[in-house]
């Protein structure tokens, strides 16, 4: 779409949703009226149609009891697979690269446990200080449990400015020394994208294995994970793809990596026809399903059928497309009408480096989050300054984003800020 024609008016907002493509799916999600969802980059929005699977699925348990694993409209028995399956196109997969199952920080550990091997001098884990935080936890107790101190053994790529890495920067940390490299696809805060072929490319060739996560990406920004040949990636669900709060994570696995066992073994990371023949030793399943562990959590999956199903139909180009638009758009009336208030947008503003969020940095940033939700707008703070605004392609509109900015012009004119302390909540 093109905005060479900007106008800050809600006329041209107007007009732009004329010619969304995507505006019809708007209908399928449940939204508060009077209440402007932006914190999609968080915790999506219920649709209908993830309703109705999570709902059938609670009728198989009502209606079949302990058949309902493998009777009924979705059978749990195979429910991972089939996620992973309709999960696959998104991130640029085969199916049987990926699988549904566990949590982000859970699968991470079952990675970092499969494919961790310290080895000589190569004993240090590769990641960054911008990272979300849980990674880190998860690798420091992963080093802990080798023996190794994090303090010496866990590299944290330092960033220039506090909002971006330079992938320069991570690719002269690809010492010797490192076994293991863990990155984000996009930043949590900035919502920069990282250059993942190169950085893949480059840990390949000093045969390092790498690995990313993709939680504020998936399903906002369209991958090529097995193009690109990454060795493993994880993810959650409840953000861009709307599988409810504790939805279950996302896992893939490079097939050239099938056969090597999972560091962390369980049941249900057996092949399928002899999971239930009870043996003490593993037969694992040639596929991603090999790193499964527990019993799956379905109620916990089944609203990603139904969620699953938009994504397929609108395409993660198209999302990707007006996701795009929709930021773009934020920016310009955000340099426009909020210029004399002192907020920095501390996203990348080219598109192949922004991923699906707008990243407001102010100081007054927790006291205009409060703020923003008494004035029906739904924000997400992020300390220390950062207002995160997702306007999510599958049903956000830029009638709703110009409505935001004005609202954020309101509480600066009026000083509502002012009212609230410049704290978080508990929940930010």
């Not at 939805?247 to 099938?258: C, D, I, P, Q, S």
């Not at 208030?341 to 503003?349: E, H, L, M, T």
């Not at 950062?386 to 900015?405: D, F, G, N, Q």
Request: with cysteine; hydrophobic share 35%; aromatic share 10%.
């Amino acid at each position: 779409m093109s905005f060479d024609t900007f106008q800050k008016t809600l006329e041209y907002a107007k007009k732009l949703d004329e010619k969304d493509h995507l505006a019809r799916f708007r209908k399928e999600y449940y939204g508060k009226p009077g209440s402007i969802y932006m914190d999609g980059n968080s915790l999506g929005l219920l649709s209908k149609r993830a309703e109705r699977t999570l709902l059938s699925s609670l009728n198989d348990w009502k209606e079949h009891g302990i058949d309902g694993w493998t009777d009924g409209e979705s059978p749990w028995f195979y429910m991972a697979e089939t996620l992973g399956e309709h999960m696959a196109p998104i991130i640029g997969a085969a199916p049987e690269e990926v699988i549904v199952t566990g949590s982000t920080t859970v699968n991470l550990h079952q990675l970092v446990s499969t494919f961790y091997k310290p080895n000589g001098v190569r004993t240090k884990i590769l990641a960054d200080e911008l990272t979300f935080p849980s990674d880190i936890y998860a690798l420091q107790s992963q080093l802990l449990h080798y023996g190794y101190n994090p303090e010496e053994h866990l590299i944290r790529v330092q960033s220039p400015d506090g909002r971006y890495l330079v992938e320069e920067d991570i690719i002269a940390a690809m010492g010797e020394e490192v076994a293991l490299i863990v990155l984000p696809t996009v930043l949590y805060r900035s919502g920069q994208i990282l250059d993942i072929k190169r950085l893949t490319y480059e840990a390949h060739k000093k045969g390092i294995l790498i690995g990313f996560d993709a939680c504020h990406s998936v399903g906002s920004i369209p991958h090529t994970f097995s193009k690109c040949g990454i060795d493993f990636a994880f993810w959650c669900n409840y953000k861009y793809l709307n599988g409810g709060p504790g939805a279950a994570g996302g896992l893939y696995v490079n097939r050239k990596h099938f056969g090597t066992l999972p560091g962390l073994a369980g049941w249900f990371g057996s092949q399928k026809e002899k999971q239930f023949d009870m043996e003490h030793t593993l037969t694992p399943a040639s596929s991603a399903g090999a790193y499964q562990m527990g019993t799956p959590h379905i109620l916990s999956m089944a609203p990603l059928l139904g969620s699953l199903e938009i994504f397929a139909e609108a395409g993660i180009e198209n999302i990707r497309e007006k996701s795009l638009g929709l930021t773009t758009y934020f920016m310009q009336l955000i340099e426009k009408e909020l210029s004399e208030w002192d907020f920095v947008i501390g996203n990348p503003r080219e598109d192949y480096r922004r991923g699906g969020h707008v990243s407001l940095e102010h100081k007054e940033a927790a006291r205009i989050c409060k703020a923003l939700k008494v004035n029906g707008v739904i924000p997400d703070f992020r300390a220390p300054n950062i207002i995160r605004l997702a306007p999510i392609a599958l049903y956000s509109t830029y009638e709703e984003v110009w409505r935001v900015v004005q609202v954020l012009k309101k509480i600066m004119n009026e000083k509502q800020y002012e009212k609230f302390t410049n704290d978080r909540n508990i929940v930010a």
